[in-house]
Every structure is written in C-alpha cells, then in structure tokens.
C-alpha cells in the first residue's frame, strides 16, 4: 500500500513525481512546480498569502475601475487560472490551495476568473506539456471578457462562434514551455488561427526580458469598434488577435500594474487588466507602477522603434484626433 504524506493543512504532499521543475499529471500533462511565483510553497499551504497582497489587488481593482470609469472606459479584470487549478482531477495533489478561491472569498471587487468554462473544454483549454491556453482556452477567456464589457451578447456568440470555425490543428506538433524541459522534449498537438481579416501590427521591439513590451494592432474586422488597452501578461498576450474582432485598437502593454498615463494619453472605450493565478502570491500596488514606456529601459532591457511603429503608438497616445484618423487613413491605402 502507498504512504501518501498529508500536510497540516490536509494536502497531499508525497508520491508526486516532479522533474524538471515540472509535476507529471495523472494522464502524463506536465504542471509548474518552480519559477520565481514559488507555486509548490503556495499549492501545498507551506506558505500563506501575505494579507499585504489580498488588501494591494482589492484596492488596485478599486482605483483601476474608479479611474477608468473617470476616462470614459469600462474596466474588467480577469485572473488567468493556473492549469493545475482547472484540470484538477488530473492534477496529482490532492486539495490543492487555489489562489484564486482565496481571493474570490476575501476580495469584494469583481474580477473574472473563469475555471468552469475552462474546464467544459478538451484538456481545459490548455497546452499538455505548456502552463498556456490553447486556442480554444484563449477563445473561451475572451468571451468571457467581452461579455462582461456588456458588448451584445448575440453578436459576442456569433463571432465567438466564427473564430472556433477558424481554429485548424497543424501536422507539426510542438514542445509546450514545459515539454522543452526534457531531452527529448515532450511535445503537443499544435493549433493556428486562420484569421482572414486584416490586422497592422507594430510595436516597440524590446530586445530581452517582457515587462514593458508594448503591442498595437489595428484591425480591419468590419465587427471592430472602439478601443482597448490592456495591462497583463503572457496569457492574454497570445491571445491578442482575437480582440481584433471586437476592437479597432488594441493597445497591450506587458504589466503587473495599471498605468494611468497610458490611460490619458490612448484615451481608450475599454481597459482590461490581467494577471495569471500564480502571480497572485504577491500583489504589488499600482502606485509602485513605473511609466510604462521606460519601463523595458528601467530594467536593462532596451528597445527599439522603426518609423512606423513610432508613427502609430504617437497617433494612438494621442487618443482619437486628427493623427490618429491620418493614421487610419494611411493604412488603409497600404
């Protein structure tokens, strides 16, 4: 008979192959088990979330939803499930602590945080050997997004409805984030999004590292209207395509926090703000937040703008004038 080891807290700690950094599922997924979020300290109960961070994103949703409402935008914020929260039956440790659950019980503000939608998925939307969504994972969390936006509910459930027929599996499989641990790599089926709408792409070609990557895309989609900037990470950063459908501008900016001069200067219909699950283990307040475009630089890592990539951020920071419809007007006759 197995020797399970069980932790004060009633988790099971023992009998859980973990290389790598990586934790192997039931049905042989791959799972984070190291990074610098610490993500076993905080799965297992070994370590609490500091009351700190809990009251930091309780008054970050606040200001960031009083503020945007005082630039004319709406506001969501959505919390990324970690993969081990949404394919919990696969998952080798039992009763895990959610970060999310804990948040949902002491946080009053609203946020987004869609596990059961996931979970209706194949492999709950993400990649077998990747701490990423999939296409399908990405698609579902975009719903949820721009339902809760308030944009039409019909026209959100056809277009949703399109862009799943636009989803096409490659012959190629990939190694996932994790699968590149192993030797040889564990690979994943692959997908790609046969978008047939155009889409102007540009952005400030940060050489190393994320924090302070800016991307803008401005879409053709006869459905985009308005504008939104986001403030997140790399799980909604790989999903920004699918925003084109819905949005004219989408401005995304690779942050922890909410920046308020990006807000004045794009001037925006819309602002999301995203973190993934694990990131929750230490919440920092807006008010430490650097400006946005020094914030690569701040960090050693430089960047880099062609003409351009200069021409469209300026048109956009510029909110909605007279560079800006130049700047339209422009690309559509490219």
Request: with cysteine; hydrophobic share 40%.
């Amino acid at each position: 008979m197995e020797t399970v080891l069980i932790n004060e807290k009633g988790c099971q700690v023992g009998d859980v192959e973990i290389k790598n950094g990586v934790i192997i599922g039931k049905k042989g997924e791959l799972f984070l088990a190291d990074g610098q979020h610490r993500p076993m300290d905080f799965i297992t109960g070994k370590v609490d979330v500091a009351e700190t961070s809990i009251m930091n994103f309780q008054a970050n949703l606040v200001a960031r939803a009083e503020h945007a409402a005082s630039c004319g935008a709406r506001h969501v914020h959505l919390v990324a499930p970690d993969k081990h929260t949404v394919l919990n039956e696969s998952f080798p440790i039992e009763n895990p602590v959610i970060l999310g659950d804990i948040y949902r019980q002491r946080v009053r503000a609203p946020f987004l945080f869609p596990t059961e939608k996931l979970r209706a998925l194949e492999g709950g939307g993400y990649g077998f050997a990747d701490t990423h969504w999939t296409w399908s994972g990405r698609l579902a969390a975009v719903e949820e997004i721009v339902l809760g936006f308030g944009l039409d509910e019909a026209m959100v459930r056809e277009q949703i409805a399109a862009l799943a027929k636009l989803i096409r599996p490659r012959a190629e499989q990939i190694a996932g984030d994790l699968g590149k641990r192993f030797k040889p790599p564990v690979m994943q089926p692959n997908e790609t999004l046969a978008a047939n709408w155009k889409v102007h792409k540009f952005d400030n070609h940060v050489t190393s590292g994320n924090d302070g990557r800016i991307n803008l895309l401005i879409s053709e989609h006869p459905n985009a209207q308005g504008r939104i900037v986001i403030f997140g990470d790399s799980f909604i950063a790989q999903a920004l395509s699918l925003f084109t459908v819905f949005f004219k501008d989408v401005l995304f900016c690779r942050t922890q926090y909410y920046h308020r001069e990006i807000m004045v200067g794009a001037r925006p219909n819309y602002v999301l703000t995203e973190n993934v699950e694990r990131y929750l283990s230490n919440v920092r307040p807006d008010e430490e937040a650097p400006p946005l475009l020094l914030m690569a630089m701040l960090r050693g890592n430089p960047v880099h703008y062609e003409k351009s990539d200069l021409d469209a951020f300026s048109a956009v920071l510029s909110g909605h004038g007279t560079r800006y419809k130049g700047l339209v007007e422009k690309l559509k006759a490219a």
